[in-house]
């Protein structure tokens, strides 16, 4: 039997509101983001505190953070001291390796099984198949790179998952998670030349990926880094967490809401804490 309006109205509120603080989440994520980039561009790509340094010009951070970058930039336009190192040299990189196909479910039978680009989302994969005998796995927090066409989007590894052959998975050997993501962030350009080498799509090898440059600070520089920008990396996981639960609650509720199995003002009081959380 169906509703009537008023409580179609009412349950039409209740699903809206949901969707609004799942809306609300990904808009702060989305933030989160962009101030963890500027600061990473800032401190290893533009080199800002050490410029600033040179140039005589006043601290714009915290004192115990700007007594750790160098004072100049040497010769090559790096800050002194710090190494030019290569991908290889700095972190693990595991290359995906696809298994059977007659591994792959959607029953959850194994680990998540990402392939490529298609089942990255704004900074997490979506799980579609999952697969029974992986063959190459990524880790918690792992850094997702898609090596086959397109080259270079990154996304960051939920949970345990087998990788195939369109993804590898970074990893810094001292679990420096932020600072992983944002270096393979900061390597789209790099990655980006390998986009139309191949014959038929573009693909960067392991060889390749692991020649790839990259400036190397001093470790209390990088465990700082990791200490500032940490924490809002976390917050983007709590809120993608929190989105997939609410996401779940909407689709489970609507059917209960219709059917009157579940009163409209239980669900609208669930509903108001949550928004206003």
């Known amino acids: 039997m169906v509703p009537p309006l008023s409580d179609r109205e009412r349950i039409s509120s209740i699903l809206a509101a949901i969707d609004d603080k799942i809306k609300l989440n990904r808009r702060m994520n989305e933030t989160l983001e962009a101030m963890a980039r500027a600061l990473f561009k800032d401190w290893f790509v533009d080199f800002g505190p050490t410029r600033a340094k040179q140039e005589g010009m006043e601290p714009y951070l915290a004192p115990e953070l700007w007594s750790l970058f160098p004072e100049r930039l040497d010769a090559e336009g790096k800050p002194e001291g710090w190494d030019l190192a290569t991908i290889g040299q700095r972190f693990a990189l595991t290359m995906g390796q696809s298994p059977p196909g007659s591994t792959y479910n959607e029953v959850g039978d194994g680990l998540p099984f990402f392939q490529g680009r298609t089942d990255f989302g704004f900074r997490y994969p979506k799980r579609r198949i999952f697969c029974s005998a992986p063959t190459r796995i990524a880790e918690m927090d792992d850094t997702l790179v898609s090596v086959r066409a397109p080259v270079g989007d990154i996304n960051l590894a939920w949970e345990k998952s087998c990788i195939g052959r369109g993804v590898a998975a970074l990893r810094h050997p001292n679990g420096y998670r932020s600072f992983t993501y944002h270096t393979a962030w900061a390597l789209q350009l790099q990655l980006q030349q390998y986009e ?40 983007v996981r709590m809120n993608t967490d929190e989105s997939r639960t609410l996401a779940q609650t909407r689709d489970l509720l609507l059917p209960k809401l219709m059917s009157g199995e579940i009163r409209i003002q239980d669900a609208e009081k669930v509903v108001g804490r949550v928004s206003e959380a």
Not at 205 to 224: D, T
């Open 196 to 235: 139309h080498t191949g014959t038929v799509f573009g693909a960067i090898n392991k060889k390749q990926f692991e020649s790839l440059r990259v400036c190397s600070p001093s470790r209390e520089l990088l465990a700082s880094f990791e200490d500032v920008v940490g924490p809002l990396d976390s917050r």
